[in-house]
Antibody, heavy 117, light 110 residues
Framework: QVQLVESGGGVVQPGRSLRLSCAASGFTFSSYGMHWVRQAPGKGLEWVAIIWYDGSKEYYADSVKGRFTISRDNSKNTLYLQMNSLRAEDTAVYYC??????????WGQGTLVTVSS | QSALTQPASVSGSPGQAITISCTGTSSDVGGYNYVSWYQQHPGKAPKLMIYEVSNRPSGVSNRFSGSKSGNTASLTISGLQAEDDADYYCSSYTSSSTYVFGTGTKVTVL
């Protein structure tokens, strides 16, 4: 079955960088677009970014554009999110998820990023 | 990219039907038949319940149904059950090729 395992979360100071990874298994990773979605503690879901199955296109939420970069390595079945210039408001659980039919299909369990001095 | 508007809470008794609304604009909900709905229990990852306005993924109960009129989409849960007690979020594709989620609705089964 589809399995998505995020890693790389932790505590980071404002202005610093962090890279999240998402290891995928149970499906043909190179055939599917992928999303990152985040959820601040006690708050709702916020869509972050999407990347095409072949990495040819990427789109971002305005709140992270210019600071975050989504990428993938299809040879390693892994999705990434490079987060630069982190702010307190970026504190959230970050989920990686599969794309299909203009929806977010399968979700990982998330990794917590805390931006604090 | 403003969040889609949902009621903060909706409640119903077991066996009843409830409807959750999701209001956007002509640049998202009203412009495309690409509205999806997600269920999230506390401490768990969200689960896709409806895609493309009214389609159910395999394994999702037919008690869940979706519809859309103009800039407002709706999720109806019929025959409410205790396990339906959860948070629900709508989402839509947008004219910027991005996605936006709703503000979320807490469903309480009385």
């Amino acid at each position: 079955q589809v399995q998505l395992v995020e890693s790389g979360g932790g505590v980071v100071q404002p202005g610093r960088s962090l890279r999240l990874s998402c290891a995928a298994s149970g499906f043909t990773f190179s055939s599917y677009g992928m999303h990152w979605v985040r959820q601040a503690p006690g708050k709702g879901l916020e869509w972050v970014a999407i990347i095409w199955y072949d990495g040819s296109k990427e789109y971002y939420a305005d709140s992270v554009k210019g600071r975050f970069t989504i990428s993938r390595d299809n040879s390693k079945n892994t999705l990434y999110l490079q987060m630069n210039s982190l702010r307190a408001e970026d504190t959230a659980v970050y989920y990686c998820a599969t794309y299909g039919d203009y929806a977010v299909w399968y979700w990982g369990q998330g990794t917590l990023v805390t931006v604090s001095s | 990219q403003s969040a889609l508007t949902q009621p903060a809470s909706v409640s119903g008794s077991p066996g009843q039907a409830i409807t959750i609304s999701c209001t956007g604009t002509s640049s998202d909900v009203g412009g495309y038949n690409y509205v999806s709905w997600y269920q999230q229990h506390p401490g768990k990852a969200p689960k896709l319940m409806i895609y493309e306005v009214s389609n159910r993924p395999s394994g999702v109960s037919n008690r869940f149904s979706g519809s859309k009129s103009g800039n407002t989409a709706s999720l109806t849960i019929s025959g409410l059950q205790a396990e339906d007690d959860a948070d629900y979020y709508c989402s839509s594709y947008t004219s910027s090729s991005t996605y936006v989620f709703g503000t979320g609705t807490k469903v309480t089964v009385l």
